[in-house]
């Protein structure tokens, strides 16, 4: 059984931080890209961050470039996103993903595993 949880999730003040944590099992994790997605109040599940199976590269939505970071521990099978200077339009649950290749990919079609989310709000 594959499972993806992530946690770190919770309300913070625009300027402040949070990192999220994503922890697998029943998959070899080092073998894959991971990513990060995130749904807004009535928005579409959008690319935020991946990283390949080494974390060797990374790649980031616009908007996130220079405040996110996505970093993995493939001892703890354990993939990051922490998040800096956050900002009211962050506002969204956080899913966990795990590809099908080594090769990182910002396109949602592409992971095969998800995680349950995890909420994130951002006051003004």
């Known amino acids: 059984q594959v499972q993806l949880v992530e946690s770190g999730g919770g309300l913070v003040q625009a300027g402040g931080s949070l990192r999220l944590s994503c922890a697998t099992s029943?998959?070899?994790?080092?073998?894959?890209?991971m990513g990060w997605f995130r749904r807004g109040p009535g928005k579409e599940r959008k690319f935020v961050a991946a990283?390949?199976?080494?974390?060797?590269?990374?790649y980031y939505e616009d908007s996130v470039k220079g405040r996110f970071t996505i970093s993995r521990d493939n001892v703890k099978n354990t993939v990051y996103l922490q998040m800096d200077s956050l900002k009211p339009e962050d506002t969204a649950v956080y899913y966990c993903?795990?590809?099908?290749?080594?090769?990182?990919?910002?396109?949602?079609?592409?992971?095969?595993?998800w995680g349950q989310g995890t909420q994130v709000t951002v006051s003004s």
């Open positions: 990283i390949n199976w080494s974390g060797g590269t990374t």
């Open positions: 029943g998959r070899p994790f080092s073998h894959y890209a």
């Open positions: 993903a795990a590809g099908q290749s080594p090769v990182a990919t910002t396109r949602a079609d592409e992971y095969k595993y």
